[in-house]
């Protein structure tokens, strides 16, 4: 799976977009990009995924570069919710039976 | 998290006991799996299964051994646990296109 690469922090203001930027610049062809976030320790929370159009789901939205090479996660409007840690990866779809591989992702803090 | 059940939150282990980490998952997924994550880190794989019967190792398997004997249930043992496995313990099973986490497992290691 190709690694990718987030800035470790981010800060939004409540009620505001948060666009959340990833690099996955070695992705082949069948990986997807996914997107899971970790609030305060819990289990990872599925977000979205997508392969080369642009997503969209009750929870955000995905746009991902036509060259593939990077993605950004938006929020549309943050709440003090929101707050976790996002983690961006690239898997194939269906692939290694579901390993994720896990970098630091972006804190992401939502501030009033 | 839906469907995936971890026991116990909470663990405090001496040096050298053992213990297993139940999960059990009733969406009837094939695909199940431990990570682990230390403090300010990513989730790392320990071991995986691909259905009942099959199991394999993921990135961090030492110290750790699994079994899958049904579809729901996949164990995760610790046969003599070490301070280096002082961690949080995630169980995930798969669909195609979505893994689902259990809430975790605070292990404590003296």
């Known amino acids: 799976d190709a690694k990718t690469t987030q800035p470790p922090s981010m800060d939004c203001a409540e009620g505001r977009a948060a666009n959340l930027p990833c690099n996955h610049s070695t992705i082949s062809g069948n990986e997807y990009v996914y997107w899971y976030r970790q609030i305060h320790s819990q289990g990872p929370q599925y977000i979205i995924h997508?392969?080369?159009n642009n997503e969209t789901n009750e929870m955000a939205s995905l746009i991902i570069t036509e060259d593939r090479k990077s993605s950004t996660l938006i929020l549309p409007h943050a709440t003090l919710r929101d707050t976790a840690v996002y983690y961006c990866i690239a898997r194939n779809y269906g692939g290694s039976q579901g390993n994720l591989i896990f970098g630091k992702g972006t804190k992401l803090s939502v501030k009033p | 998290n839906a469907g995936v059940t971890q026991t116990p939150k909470f663990q405090v282990l001496k040096t050298g006991q053992s213990m297993t980490l139940q999960c059990a998952q009733d969406m009837n997924h094939e695909y199940m799996s431990w990570y682990r994550q230390d403090p300010g880190m990513g989730l790392r794989l320990i071991h995986y299964?691909?259905?009942?019967?099959?199991?394999d190792q993921g990135e961090v398997p030492n110290g750790y051994n699994v079994s899958r004997s049904t579809t729901e249930d996949f164990p995760l043992r610790l046969l003599s646990a070490a301070p280096s496995q002082t961690s949080v313990y995630f169980c995930a099973s798969s669909s195609l296109n979505t893994i689902y986490f259990g809430e975790g497992s605070w292990l404590t290691v003296v």
């Open positions: 299964s691909v259905g009942a019967g099959i199991t």
């Open positions: 997508g392969l080369k």
